[in-house]
């Protein structure tokens, strides 16, 4: 069941995915009810297969790290009119569904009671937070390259299919602000749960070191953009600054460490 | 040589696909210099002259027969090159049926960098105007009925249906930067239609215009009232650059107002605020340096008229039904033309064999003074039946070829041949 629906849900993102990408290889643009319509049902689909799921291990996190994403466009759509941000969360939404399914998903054993509310909330908060930075990343990296077009003057598939500046710079802000005490609070809640439930942190020196690195980065990145009033694009560049570090450490850790398991 | 329908209709010039920005706005000429420059051809041999110059094209419409004219021309355009280059690389001439029919796709819209625009139609009748004492009768109905013509194809088709001018580009570049365009302050440099027009596109996205500068402070003051802004000479604009978020520039200066050590300083005070600058003016009022400052957006007419023009897809699918009518009506005003020359002489050819056939009949009959009444007649019929069988194919084969526009050859055979 888990695995059917996953891939329905695959299958409505990578259609929805193919839909989006239509006017940038320069076909007609479908009905805008369609590319949200179809995310919808893959996301509803998506979430009864998590919610089954017991969220121990990779493969379940990059569901929910996908679904999120999902979840985060469909709201980009709704408040931004954001539809190009689709062109970077399908792929990737999709992407990371087809890697999970790969490693493999499939039911567990149920967690404690006690446990569960701490370690749901733990997954959720880092896994949205996740999300959120990414998304944050993806609004940064669409700023730049709209700014460059406007700059030069050029009025081709990213002038007309990208949203305004100041959306995606609205955009960036929000997903950033919220983003950091998301992963923040779940990576708190990580620690809690460790304390609390697994006699003590079990981590290495250098995923301690690397991760508050990283913490440092991205709080440095809302830190410019809140108190300093960065905006524009040096905001996007300190975001994408800030994910990148989230993503090199991580990948740089997992080189290291290729057993861990762990999320960060 | 003044008979006009011996002449051919000629247009020389350049347009948007022939002439970069910077070639077309040294070749425009002001409302002022018109006479001037038609003098100066008309003294090469023409009969008659229109010079339409807009921001995308400088066209002489001329009735000449002599290519003299062309030289001219080009000759005129030519001295406002500095490079020395020949003004002719940039243009092209067209003669004819294809100078009537190119009029008509101008003034339709057709032939303009935003399909169907309705701002040259406008323009077409300004050239017309500002031409009058120098047109002649043929050019004279040649803009009345290309006007007529644009009317035509924009109310029985789909050319002009939407916004794809320069001033709603504007509207959608600025919309690219800022998003939701309300409460957005804008400055109006220069105090011409087309900053208006342009003004008044944001103000019904709701920008407040809120200032309005021109280098006179009354006919500032005149689109201030009317845009509910603050008028201001052109010297006093520049620290509100440090305040306003679009700034659209129409001055008629003939160089440009805007420059780096005006408004650097002050754009710098922006901290990084976004300034989209639109420059609508042939020639440029804005400094193609301040672009370089950050996080300021500056775009000229060509990049406008870039957006504007892709815009344009539905207005394509209207153009075949365009292009009927623009042949239609070539059709028609080409009949009116061949027939100036033609439906005289064909008269006068007539006649002149009329009178030969009666004379010959009378002659006749005066040695067939036997024959009764009724035979008489008959011979007279016969004469005129001959008479029409020999006319009918040269006059069908005369009208055609008119029509054609290949009927000034036919005619001069004529007129040797018969002594007309």
Same mark, same amino acid.
């Given at each position: *069941? ?6 329905? $849900? ?31 049902? %893959? ?22 790290? $996908? ?20 062109? &970077? ?14 490693? %493999? ?7 404690? $009671? ?44 990213? &002038?007309?299919? &990208? ?22 609070? %779940? ?24 991760? *508050? ?22 905001? $996007? ?28 | ?14 347009? =948007?696909?022939?002439?970069? +920005? ?14 001037? /420059? ?12 229109? +010079? ?19 030289? @001219? ?42 399909? !169907? ?32 013509? !644009? ?18 580009? @504007? ?13 957005? /302050? ?16 944001? /103000? ?29 000479? #052109? ?6 650059? /440090? ?54 957006? +500056? ?40 027939? #100036? ?25 005066? =040695? ?51 002594? #007309?």
């Amino acid at each position: *069941m888990i695995l059917t629906l996953h891939l329905l $849900a695959l299958a409505l993102y990578g259609l929805a995915t193919a839909l989006t990408l239509a006017p940038v290889v320069g076909l007609r643009a479908p009905p805008r009810a369609l590319t949200i319509a179809l995310p919808c049902a %893959g996301a509803a689909l998506h979430v009864v297969a998590v919610s089954q799921l017991t969220l121990v291990g990779l493969a379940p996190a990059l569901s929910m790290l $996908a679904l999120c994403l999902v979840l985060l466009q469909l709201a980009s759509e709704r408040l931004v009119r954001g539809s190009a941000v689709g062109f &970077f969360t399908g792929p990737l939404a999709a992407g990371l569904v087809g890697l999970a399914l790969l490693i %493999g998903l499939a039911p567990g054993a149920e967690p404690s $009671a006690g446990r569960n509310v701490w370690f749901i909330l733990h997954v959720a908060l880092s896994v949205m937070g996740l999300a959120l930075l990414a998304l944050a990343f993806i609004a940064a990296a669409l700023y730049l390259l709209q700014f460059r077009e406007l700059k030069a003057r050029r009025f081709g598939r990213v &002038f007309q299919l &990208f949203p305004p500046l100041e959306r995606l710079d609205q955009l960036n802000r929000v997903a950033l602000v919220a983003g950091f005490p998301a992963l923040t609070l %779940g990576v708190l809640l990580a620690l809690g749960y460790a304390v609390r439930f697994a006699g003590g942190l079990h981590v290495g020196k250098a995923q301690i070191v690397w991760g *508050m690195f990283t913490w440092a980065v991205l709080g440095w990145a809302v830190w410019v953009r809140v108190v300093r009033r960065w905006d524009g694009r040096r905001a $996007a560049f300190a975001s994408i600054a800030g994910f990148s570090a989230v993503l090199l450490v991580y990948l740089a850790l997992k080189l290291a460490q290729p057993g861990a398991e762990r999320f960060l | 040589m003044n008979d006009t329908t011996a002449m051919g209709i000629k247009v020389v010039g350049v347009n =948007h696909r022939t002439a970069p +920005l910077e070639v077309r706005e040294r070749f425009a000429h002001g409302a002022h210099e018109v006479p001037g /420059a038609l003098a100066r051809v008309m003294a090469a041999g023409a009969a008659g002259g229109v +010079l339409l110059s807009t921001c995308n094209r400088t066209e002489f419409y001329l009735v000449a027969e002599d290519e003299a004219v062309a030289d @001219a021309v080009w000759g005129l355009l030519g001295e406002r090159l500095e490079s020395g280059a020949a003004a002719r690389e940039y243009g092209y001439i067209a003669r004819d049926r294809d100078a009537v029919r190119h009029l008509y796709r101008v003034s339709s819209g057709l032939d303009s960098m935003i399909l !169907g625009e309705s701002q040259i139609q406008g323009q077409v009748r300004d050239a017309w105007e500002a031409s009058r004492a120098q047109a002649g009768p043929v050019l004279h109905r040649l803009f009345q009925s290309a006007l007529h013509v !644009g009317a035509r194809i924009r109310t029985e088709t789909a050319i002009g249906a939407g916004t794809a001018s320069a001033a709603s580009a @504007a509207v959608a570049v600025a919309g690219k930067i800022f998003g939701d365009l309300a409460g957005r /302050a804008a400055l109006i440099l220069g105090a011409g239609d087309m900053a208006e027009l342009a003004a008044t596109c944001l /103000a019904a996205e709701g920008v407040q215009v809120t200032l309005v500068a021109n280098r006179t402070h009354e006919r500032a003051r005149a689109i201030a009232e009317r845009l509910g802004a603050r008028a201001l000479t #052109l010297d006093e604009a520049w620290p509100h650059f /440090a305040t306003t978020d679009i700034a659209l520039c129409s001055t008629a200066a003939p160089h440009a107002v805007v420059t780096w050590e005006r408004v650097g300083a002050v754009i710098r005070k922006r901290r990084g605020r976004p300034l989209c600058i639109l420059d609508l003016a042939v020639p440029r009022d804005v400094d193609p340096a301040v672009a370089q400052l950050e996080n300021v957006f +500056l775009y000229d007419i060509d990049d406008l008229q870039t957006v504007a023009a892709q815009a344009t897809a539905r207005r394509h699918e209207a153009v075949p039904a365009a292009e009927r009518i623009v042949q239609e009506e070539t059709d028609l005003f080409w009949a009116w033309y061949g027939g #100036l020359a033609v439906v005289p002489v064909i008269k006068e050819f007539r006649s002149r064999i009329e009178a030969l056939r009666a004379a010959e009949v009378e002659r006749a009959l005066r =040695h067939l003074g036997h024959l009764p009444p009724e035979d008489r007649a008959r011979v007279e019929q016969l004469s005129q039946a001959l008479m029409n069988k020999f006319l009918h194919q040269p006059t069908v084969a005369l009208k055609a070829a008119a029509e054609e526009g290949r009927g000034y050859g036919l005619l001069e055979a004529l007129r040797r041949l018969f002594g #007309l």
